[in-house]
Every structure is written in C-alpha cells, then in structure tokens.
C-alpha cells in the first residue's frame, strides 16, 4: 500500500513563508517523479511544482516561479516545497504525488502524470 503524507501546512501573514514536507512509504521512492499541486475552493487542481528521480529536473508554475523551491531527500523518502513571499492567492490545499519516472529527464505538470496522491494539508494566507 502506498502512503503519502503532507505536513508543514498551517495559517501564515502574506510575505511568510512555510516549508511543506511530503513523506511516502509503499514505494520506491527513488523510482517516482515527485509533484506538488493545489486546489483553492471552486477552482480546478493545478500544478505547482515537480521534480524527478535525481533532483536534477525540475518544473514550477509561473505563478510560484522565484518564490517556490522543490527538494527531495530519497534516503528520507521525503519531499519538500519551500514557499516565500507568500500571497492570498497561495491560499489552497496542497497535494503531493508520486508518477513513475521514466528516466528521461522528464517532469509531469498535468495531474494525468501521476499515480498516487495524498491526503493534502491546508495553507492559509492572511493578507
């Protein structure tokens, strides 16, 4: 059974920043491309940020680029999103997944990517 598990979400003054972690067991973590999305109230889940096997590839949206940082720890079977300056518009819950790397470089920005999901934690962004 595959497990992932957020933390690190939590009520924070627009300009804050928070550290999310993303903790998976049932896998092999080194295997598995690792992403971060979020899902505001009435609007769609949408890509945040993505990293492959290595660390060496990495993909954000537009809207966190310069302010968001992915990291993976794969002796930890952990992954992180650091999130700066953050904003009201930031406000959402945030969701790690896991998509089988297939070794080429690539990263997954489209939920389709990704096989497995956890259970998200809530960042909320007081303005």
């Known amino acids: 059974q595959v497990y992932l598990v957020e933390s690190g979400g939590g009520l924070e003054q627009a300009g804050g920043s928070l550290r999310l972690s993303c903790a998976a067991s049932?896998?092999?973590?080194?295997?598995?491309?690792m992403g971060w999305f979020r899902q505001a109230p009435g609007k769609e889940r949408e890509f945040v940020a993505a990293i492959n096997w290595s660390g060496g590839t990495t993909a954000y949206a537009d809207s966190v680029k310069d302010r968001f940082t992915i990291s993976r720890d794969n002796a930890k079977n952990t992954v992180y999103l650091q999130t700066n300056n953050l904003k009201p518009g930031d406000m959402a819950v945030y969701y790690c997944?896991?998509?089988?790397?297939?070794?080429?470089?690539?990263?997954?920005?489209?939920?389709?990517?990704?096989?497995?999901w956890g259970q998200g934690t809530q960042v909320t962004v007081s303005s």
């Open positions: 049932g896998l092999t973590f080194s295997y598995y491309v």
């Open positions: 997944a896991a998509g089988r790397d297939p070794m080429s470089g690539v990263v997954f920005t489209t939920p389709r990517g990704y096989d497995y």
